[in-house]
């Protein structure tokens, strides 16, 4: 049996309201957690976002002692932004709507260097359905450390996923994979120096 949100008295409106807080609530943990991490890895970040228009940079933030490890930020939501700020490549940003692995490698790695940090995230794709998406819900989001990208990947959402739940489990699911990440990086260097 499926259950439309009219049938329980509440509008698609209040399950947008509802979801941002849920991610909220959720997202606390993961915050508290990568924000530790970060700490005790004393190393620093940057966040170049496009389709989550700012959740990235607005959830680091929200880290405690966030200013010692995040250093910034740009949501650069037009190509033109894409091309002069964040060095994307100008022909490839045409043919793509600045929507491709390698456009979120570009960003990630450029951000990186303008803000002279180790990690970085980068996001680009499309929170609602369009004719240069083909009607889909998709986005490329990669991390760099150091200068070199550690995971690329694609998501893919329902077509008729709201554009802010989009952009809000864009966000949760690419933290998540940063934590991972994060987790990896700080584990092997810990390994690394018990074998020194």
Request: charged content about 20%; proline content about 1%; some cysteine.
């Amino acid at each position: 049996m499926i259950v439309k949100p009219s049938q329980i008295g509440v509008s698609s409106d209040e399950l947008s309201v509802r979801s941002l807080i849920f991610f909220i609530i959720e997202l606390e943990n993961l915050l508290s957690y990568i924000g530790k991490r970060m700490l005790q890895c004393k190393e620093t970040i940057a966040v170049a976002e496009s389709v989550t228009s700012g959740f990235l940079q607005f959830s680091f933030s929200q880290m405690r002692d966030a200013s010692t490890f995040f250093m910034g930020g740009i949501t650069a939501y037009s190509l033109q932004e894409k091309v002069e700020i964040l060095k994307v490549d100008l022909e490839e940003a045409i043919k793509t709507n600045c929507v491709s692995s390698n456009i979120a490698e570009t960003m990630a790695l450029n951000v990186a260097k303008m803000y002279r940090t180790n990690w970085s995230i980068a996001v680009t794709g499309y929170a609602t359905p369009v004719e240069e998406s083909g009607k889909k819900l998709f986005a490329y989001f990669s991390i760099s450390h150091r200068g070199k990208i550690i995971l690329s990947e694609r998501l893919d959402l329902h077509s008729r996923t709201k554009a802010v739940n989009a952009q809000l489990y864009y966000s949760e699911f690419i933290l998540g994979c940063f934590k991972l990440e994060l987790d990896k990086q700080i584990d092997t260097g810990i390994d690394n120096d018990k074998a020194s």
